[in-house]
């Protein structure tokens, strides 16, 4: 079962989807200002990434953003995994 009782605190609820997918850069950072003081911004990444979620800005993040902290996450674990099988 998902857990997004989250999804029902954040700042977006009763906002038009598309304000969350939004189609340029002001629209981009209209959004990010709305995550930004959202109380659930740190569980709606971490959603986001773990579904590998491409479209739309979550957790303060657009989808450029979200695909560099997957490729960061990648090579940290793929340095940890090194690290210990060199030890
Ligand atoms: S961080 Fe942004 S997208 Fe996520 S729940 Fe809050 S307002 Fe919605």
């Known amino acids: 079962m998902i857990d997004s ?14 304000t969350f997918y939004p189609d340029s850069s002001v629209g981009v950072a209209r959004a990010r200002r709305i995550c ?24 303060g993040t657009s989808e450029r953003q ?4 997957q490729q960061e996450r990648r090579e ?3 340095g940890r995994t090194a690290r210990s099988r060199a030890s």
């Open 5 to 18: 009782e989250w999804m029902a605190r954040g700042k977006c609820h009763d906002l038009p989807r598309e």
């Open 36 to 59: 930004a003081r959202c109380p659930v911004r740190e569980t709606c990444l971490e959603y986001a990434l773990d579904n590998h979620i491409a479209d739309g800005i979550w957790g």
């Open 66 to 69: 979200r695909s560099r902290l």
């Open 76 to 78: 940290h674990s793929v």
